[in-house]
């Protein structure tokens, strides 16, 4: 009777879970940041969604097609989820986070594992086939998957795993962050724990769920696994919790529709500090649309194209489409500097964090001089001392002795 019930609220859970599709469309659409958190929550979603579906097919007459038409591209997927899930959590709690190439290396054992069942794409549909209809009346049968260099059940012990590590590195991250602001709901940046509780919960109950289904499956406990009844109870459960998950978010406007809440406050407060420059400066405020070019002026810096040999005020005046004494003005009363000032301090910083980070440790001064946008190393030296008054050698001395 329970199975009976379980089959019946298959399908729902199936259709629900499309909605998946549509949450994280939404979520990438809406976000207020083009690489920001929402971008890492988007993706997450998406390919939760993909796996979920592909793994209802396994207990499904009608969409069985599906797993003989995009085996091993699901490994992908399952496997970026975790990874995915981590970054958005440290995106969220923890300030001034970016991602950066090396966060790439999370999604290299999937990549590993997609490899690694690559074999099975050259089956033909027939035998495909045959594979899961044996697996729907023995489950081991899963294990006749063909792999190149780690047997299939190790595999996907391994996939299953690795996800609930990144989850339970989730609630690390989590829990510093809610103590840190004293157990309180919500912070100063308009963080609510609330929805963050509820998102852990769910997916602790859905990866731990996929993890007990890796390792029961495995053909050394014979006796905890014998037909696909219990699998078809365990692969519901875990779309439940999925489920409950995308009902949770799609009645959280802030997190499907960021950029109309979020981007407010940043916008006041970057107003805000503008403001306060402002006023604390003698020069009479000319009409310009301050926050306008705050806005432009911050994005075209992401890329760093002070770094670039040549950087100047006309090259930003013509990047940006803003007039030369607007920049000029803006700069001055944002960091009470001169263009040239503001210059050599954000390439002074740059050349800091490479040496903080043991990014030149193998390098010349002329090397770093270079990687910092000065034509020559008595500039840099010169720029450095104005800023941090001490020569670069000096800086990297102190570094080394540390």
Request: aromatic share 18%; proline share 4%; charged share 20%.
């Amino acid at each position: 009777m329970l199975v009976d019930q379980y089959k019946c609220s298959n399908h729902m859970i199936f259709f629900v879970t499309i909605l998946g599709f549509v949450l994280a469309a939404l979520v990438f659409i809406n976000r207020s940041d083009k690489f920001g958190s929402n971008f890492l929550l988007a993706l997450f979603i998406f390919f939760n969604s993909f796996y979920s579906v592909t793994a209802f097919s396994f207990i499904s007459n009608e969409f069985r097609w599906l797993i003989t038409k995009i085996y091993p591209f699901v490994i992908i997927p399952n496997m970026a989820a975790g990874p995915l899930m981590f970054l958005f959590f440290q995106s969220v709690f923890i300030p001034d986070f970016k991602f950066k190439r090396i966060h790439l290396l999370h999604f290299l054992p999937a990549v590993l594992f997609f490899i690694n069942g690559l074999d099975y794409l050259f089956w033909d549909p027939t035998r495909k086939e045959i594979l899961i209809q044996t697996f729907l009346k023995d489950t081991h049968a899963v294990f006749s998957m063909p792999t190149l260099f780690m047997p299939y059940y190790w595999h996907v012990l391994f996939r299953m795993s690795q996800t609930f590590v990144y989850v339970l590195a989730s609630v690390y991250l989590f829990m510093k962050s809610f103590k840190s602001n004293g157990f309180k709901l919500k912070n100063d940046q308009d963080i609510h724990y609330g929805y963050f509780a509820f998102f852990l919960l769910f997916f602790i109950g859905h990866f731990l769920t996929t993890l007990v289904i890796g390792i029961r499956v495995n053909p050394r406990f014979d006796n905890l696994l014998g037909d696909t009844k219990e699998l078809e109870i365990l692969l519901t459960s875990s779309r439940t919790f999925f489920t409950l998950f995308i009902f949770t978010t799609l009645f959280n406007p802030k997190v499907v529709f960021e950029k109309y809440f979020e981007t407010k406050t940043k916008k006041a407060n970057r107003r805000a500090k503008i403001e306060l420059a402002f006023e604390s400066s003698n020069i009479e405020s000319p009409k310009y649309d301050l926050l306008e070019i705050d806005r432009v002026f911050s994005e075209y810096l992401e890329d760093k194209p002070y770094l670039q040999p040549g950087f100047s005020l006309s090259t930003v005046s013509d990047e940006i489409k803003t007039p030369i004494h607007q920049i000029s003005y803006y700069i001055k009363n944002r960091y009470d500097l001169t263009f040239n000032e503001w210059k050599n301090e954000v390439r002074v910083h740059h050349a800091m964090s490479m040496i903080n980070d043991g990014l030149a440790d193998n390098l010349t001064l002329e090397s770093i001089s270079i990687q910092c946008g000065y034509r020559s190393r008595a500039n840099f030296v010169d720029a450095f001392k104005k800023v941090l008054n001490q020569t670069p050698s000096e800086y990297l001395a102190q570094h080394r002795s540390r």
